[in-house]
């Protein structure tokens, strides 16, 4: 088997969000001798990446979307895991704090966003909705967080998301985490306006931003 | 080469060249046609778009014959309270409201609805409302409808009785999440046939399902089905307008008719909303922030144009803050809205804003 079979059968398993089959041909893959990195990114991450294009076409949708993450996480593990075992160093996900502010019930979008993040291999921890600025940043602290992603629906609690930084800032906590926001009300502007790190327009574009943040 | 002053989706302003808002126009339609299957504009529709952006007035309008009528939805909200959309909080009632919009603003149709403006919270609250429909029925002309949001999410933990999705979902619980999902859409169905009947009993001229579909498909499936109620049963005149240009697939599997709901644009949204007995058909289309405004209202009035050229009942699209092409942005500016208004009536020949 070439390695080009290799890698379709891996983003192929993606598509089919099967997380047996992700494993089994990530552990294939490598006993074939395909390098960890290059079955991830020419196989499995070219498969989730389609997921999301299809998600945002209406074509496929948020159960498969969680599900092909799921089986995203799978194949990660096993590549992970045979780094370790050759010596190297077994990569870690960043941990990535998000959820819907205080006052806000709104979690179908953040719910989204969550599962973009953990199909691009972040360790997210989903806060859920009406989170408090002290529940954001003991998380993050709890859990060394690299990012910490605020969701507001409304335009009357993305105030809420400047209550966050400027809780993050009196407690000098600010240049430690990144921040992003973003959910129906917030823009660029509103970003810039309170000091967030980026802001997230979609799903997509959250992953982009925060990729762009932590330099991936 | 001068300069043509313009917006961006947040409303920020920014100075495009002929050529730049051209091809922002020709790329917003385009991005339009390939997510939704549709055509494109044509040159002479593109041509149109960069005549309403290029006017140097503030303010435009549509020709002289072209008017449209103004159908209202949201309540009155925006001049009782000082939290809803930019609310101007006047110490008025929201009876008196309705009958500013009337007889100030010159709306063709206005709604009342419970402040919260949801049907679960509007329940216990029907009493109150029926009284205020009945007076305003007395005092105005204008057809005279009741409205609110299905928001079927009130209908999952922390707010109703079901477990929600975005819990289960995470842990793979497909089969419990979408079980949860159809138990609360008959929930939510059941409440807004309850609502709309007692409405129906004190004679309103109809029924505004606003903001249909926020929590996903099977939010859309409890509207319809509650619209297809109403119709055998009722008198009513009913309005659907939708919360965003495609239909969510928290649940995936949910159909009407045999069509499935997930992943639907608004022109295949307007067809279930005809099937189910709908009068009015209200799509959304969402802004980009980051995109010019001209791209947004190139995409949505491309979105609007295929709606317009399959309906068999009146178009009133929104325009609004965030959606129709307008900026999202808490005042969206009055240059930014009447240019995707017009664009709307002149391009999309959408019935009604």
């Known amino acids: ?216 | 080469m001068s300069k043509i002053w313009t917006r961006m989706g947040d409303g920020s302003a920014i100075e495009l060249t002929p050529d730049e808002l051209r091809q922002e126009i020709v790329a917003g339609s385009e991005d339009a046609a390939d997510k939704g299957q549709i055509p494109a504009l044509d040159e002479n529709e593109i041509d149109k778009l960069v005549e309403i952006f290029s006017a140097p007035w503030r303010v435009i309008g549509v020709e002289p014959g072209h008017e449209v009528p103004l159908t209202k939805d949201e309540t009155a909200c925006t001049l009782v309270s000082s939290q809803l959309s930019s609310g101007a909080h006047l110490q008025i009632s929201r009876e008196d409201a309705v009958e500013v919009f009337e007889r100030v603003f010159a709306f063709d149709t206005m709604e009342l609805g419970w402040i919260d403006y949801s049907f679960k919270p509007a329940k216990p609250m029907v009493s109150l409302d029926q009284v205020a429909v009945e007076r305003l029925l007395s005092t105005t002309i204008f057809p005279m409808l009741y409205g609110a949001m299905p928001n079927m999410g009130l209908y999952y933990t922390p707010d109703g009785p079901f477990t929600n999705p975005a819990d289960l979902l995470p842990l793979m619980k497909m089969d419990e999440a979408r079980a949860e999902e159809m138990n609360a859409a008959e929930l939510c169905m059941e409440d807004m046939i309850y609502v709309c009947k007692r409405f129906d009993e004190i004679g309103a001229d109809g029924i505004d399902f606003d903001t249909t579909a926020s929590a996903g498909d099977a939010d859309f499936w409890a509207t319809l089905k509650t619209v297809e109620e109403l119709k055998k049963t009722t008198d009513l005149g009913i309005e659907v307008g939708m919360s965003g240009e495609f239909i969510l697939g928290m649940h995936g599997e949910v159909e009407y008719n045999g069509k499935r709901l997930a992943g639907m644009f608004p022109h295949q949204q307007l067809k279930v909303v005809e099937e189910a007995g709908a009068d009015i058909f209200g799509p959304v289309c969402n802004t980009k922030t980051n995109k010019a405004a001209a791209w947004n209202t190139a995409r949505a009035v491309t979105f609007v144009k295929e709606v317009c050229k399959q309906a068999t009942i009146p178009i009133h699209v929104n325009v609004g803050m965030g959606v129709g092409g307008v900026p999202m942005f808490e005042t969206p500016p009055i240059d930014a809205v009447t240019r995707a208004s017009v664009a709307m009536v002149e391009v999309a020949k959408v019935d009604g804003l």
């Open chain 1, 1 to 216: 088997m070439g390695n080009e079979e290799f890698y379709k059968e891996a983003g192929d398993a993606i598509k089919a969000c099967d997380k047996e089959k992700a494993a089994d041909v990530a552990k294939r893959a490598l006993a074939a001798g395909i390098a960890p990195d290059e079955i991830l990114k020419k196989g499995f991450i070219v498969g989730i990446t389609e997921m999301g294009d299809l998600f945002e076409r209406g074509q496929v949708f948020l159960p498969e979307l969680v599900l092909a993450s799921d089986a995203m996480s799978a194949a990660a593990a096993v590549c992970s895991a045979a780094v370790a075992e050759a010596g190297g160093d077994e990569e870690v996900e960043e941990a990535i704090v998000l959820g819907t502010v205080q006052g806000d019930v709104h979690d179908i979008g953040k719910t989204i966003v969550v599962a973009f993040l953990r199909a691009n291999g972040y360790n997210v921890h989903d806060l859920g909705r009406d989170v408090s600025a002290d529940k954001f940043i003991a998380k993050a602290e709890e859990v060394d967080a690299k990012v910490i992603g605020m969701s507001a629906l409304l335009t009357t609690t993305m105030r809420e998301q400047k209550r966050i930084l400027e809780a993050l800032e009196k407690q000098g906590l600010k240049g430690k985490y990144k921040t992003i926001v973003g959910g129906g009300a917030s823009t660029q502007n509103w970003a810039d306006q309170i000091g967030a790190d980026a802001y997230g327009e979609d799903a997509n574009d959250s992953v982009k931003k925060i990729n762009a943040l932590l330099g991936r």
